[in-house]
């Protein structure tokens, strides 16, 4: 199965308005020729439209980093599926840790969120991944196997088909330590095969499962070499044009 690889740059609460277009700017002067790879920026909800704007003519996608699961309301500091969708954006990040951890984000919020992206024709990239002491309790299959269940509950083949998963393992986040590839490839097949037996050998087939956590000009080949690794989530390393290039131009294609 020959799925197109993304890499995807998190931008979390970075970058003012001109501080991101200005990293855009400079993505883009030295983004290589439309290959067969998929390129993503997620900007603050603040610049999402500038920077949609300004990639408009280009083969670089826009994602929000949350969104809410209701369309419009009064729930002070979201902002919805239509808003996102009208800024320009294809694609929004659905349970990033950070969201799970500072934002009380559960698994069924996730749930809500996805088919909420869905049902605005938003691609939604659901984040995954243990903790530290999760892990050393040998509890990952269990903890990857209840957020994909939760997560993905009720979602239609068709959907799911679309559907982008970030496995990010929590303690790979911004600590510089990045899983082996043995425990990337380990943990993105029991992703696969949940996505086999919940849906059926095509969805598992066609999910592009990325991993993220620490990933860097460094790491990335081989990272990115693995055969169930389909792209990366990138945080730190995306607020670097120059690194985010070279982690785009060692995808082997
Ligand atoms: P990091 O972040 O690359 O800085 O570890 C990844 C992410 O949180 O998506």
Redesign the pocket.
Known sequence: MNRVPIIAG?WKMHLTGDQALDLVDHIRLNLPSPGEVDIIVAPSYLCLERVARQLQSSYIGVAAQNMHYEDNGAYTGECSGPQIKRAGADYVIIG?S?RRQYFAETDETVNKKIKAAFANQLIPILCIGETLEQREKKFVSEIIETQLRCGLAGLSHENATQLVI?Y?PVW????GKTATPEQVEDVHLIIRSQLKATFDTPVAEAVRILY????KPANSKGLLALPNVDGA?????SLKAADFIAIINSLSR
Do not use: C, K, M
């Open positions: 998190n990033h950070e970030a990010e790979a986040i911004g600590t993220g956590g620490s990933v989530l990138i945080g730190g390393a």
